[in-house]
Nanobody
Framework: QVQLVESGGGLVQPGGSLRLSCAAS????????MSWYRQAPGKERELVAT???????NYTDAVKGRFASSRDNEKNMVYLQMNSLTPEDTAVFFC??????????????WGQGTQVTVSA
């Protein structure tokens, strides 16, 4: 059974930090790119960060220099370190596993999300 379970969300003051974790199980983690998405109230879900199977990372402009994603293939974990948080970062953060396959549809798995609230 495929599972992605996020943790680490919560309430933090502006300028603070949080570290999100995503525990993966039920699939071959090392074959998947892992991404973090977020969805703020009334807005569409947006891609925040991606870490590839080769540990290459990419970030949306709004979080560059503040967020950092990492993965541990031994533990089947992916992390999102978030620094210098602002109220605009308030959202539900989702973990995503993505795999492109030749001649077959891509595979996407999603976690249930974890709430991040940045407020004084």
């Amino acid at each position: 059974q495929v599972q992605l379970v996020e943790s680490g969300g919560g309430l933090v003051q502006p300028g603070g930090s949080l570290r999100l974790s995503c525990a993966a199980s039920g699939f071959t983690f090392s074959l998947f790119s892992m991404s973090w998405y977020r969805q703020a109230p009334g807005k569409e879900r947006e891609l925040v960060a991606t870490i590839t199977t080769g540990d290459l990372t990419n970030y949306t402009d709004a979080v560059k220099g503040r967020f950092a994603s990492s993965r541990d293939n031994e533990k089947n974990m992916v992390y999102l370190q978030m620094n210098s948080l602002t109220p605009e970062d308030t959202a539900v953060f989702f973990c995503n596993a993505h795999r492109i396959r030749c001649y077959l549809p891509p595979i996407d798995y999603w976690g249930q999300g974890t709430q991040v609230t940045v407020s004084a």
